[in-house]
T-cell receptor, first 119, second 113 residues
Framework: DARVTQTPRHKVTEMGQEVTMRCQPI?????VFWYRQTMMQGLELLAY????????DSGMPKDRFSAEMPDATLATLKIQPSEPRDSAVYFC?????????????????FGPGTRLLVL | LAKTTQPISMDSYEGQEVNITCSHN???????ITWYQQFPSQGPRFIIQ???TKVTNEVASLFIPADRKSSTLSLPRVSLSDTAVYYC??????????????FGQGTELSVKP
């Protein structure tokens, strides 16, 4: 049963420290999403990659967040420097764009998330 | 950008059928309707997807009327383990013709014994 994996599952750090979150998408999937979830804001899209190319990162605070896909099996999300307001659960999802008969469709498969706490 | 509207919360009892309706008045011609389920401390999980009429799988059914301006997720005979947040999304591939899938606030379903 193919799954998206994320590491670490939990991270506690101090304000100002760099945080790196990693995601291994499902083999063969050509899209990767990064989301942030908080009680107040719900699920917010941070970045989107298709075939490893970043197509949208408009949801990310550009001054401190960066997202990359160094290869097809690894996506990273970095926060530098981290702030207490970055505390949230960060989800990675991978998907496959397919033709569903009426147009292109895309189903997202989510990882278990990284629970980040910035003190 | 198709916006969706769902009830914020619903209550049910074990064994009942639960229907969650989602409104999407400005759905585009090529948009699909997809439902996700999220348990506490887990990522959302795909449940079902459809374009029109009725779709059924081992977990749920999805009813879409001819005008496609709404859709109803039907969960037959719910159990306590169906307590979760359910999200309705409308769109195609993320950047298909400028489309963008956005998770709304979802419907928090609480199943009671």
């Amino acid at each position: 049963d193919a799954r998206v994996t994320q590491t670490p599952r939990h991270k506690v750090t101090e304000m100002g420290q760099e945080v790196t979150m990693r995601c291994q998408p499902i083999l063969g999937h050509n899209t990767v999403f990064w989301y942030r979830q908080t009680m107040m804001q719900g699920l917010e899209l941070l970045a989107y990659f298709r075939n490893r190319a970043p197509l949208d990162d408009s949801g990310m605070p550009k001054d401190r967040f960066s997202a990359e896909m160094p290869d097809a099996t690894l996506a990273t999300l970095k926060i530098q420097p981290s702030e207490p307001r970055d505390s949230a659960v960060y989800f990675c999802a991978s998907g496959l764009v397919t033709f569903l008969g009426r147009g292109l469709g895309e189903t997202q498969y989510f990882g278990p998330g990284t629970r980040l706490l910035v003190l | 950008l198709a916006k969706t509207t769902q009830p914020i919360s619903m209550d049910s009892y074990e064994g009942q059928e639960v229907n969650i309706t989602c409104s999407h008045n400005n759905i585009a011609t090529n948009d699909y309707i997809t439902w996700y389920q999220q348990f506490p401390s887990q990522g959302p999980r795909f449940i079902i997807q459809g374009y029109k009429t009725k779709v059924t799988n081992e977990v749920a059914s999805l009813f879409i009327p001819a005008d496609r301006k709404s859709s109803t997720l039907s969960l037959p005979r719910v159990s306590l383990s169906d307590t979760a947040v359910y999200y309705c999304l409308v769109g195609g591939a993320f950047y298909n013709q400028g489309g963008k899938l956005i998770f709304g606030q979802g419907t928090e379903l609480s199943v009671k014994p």
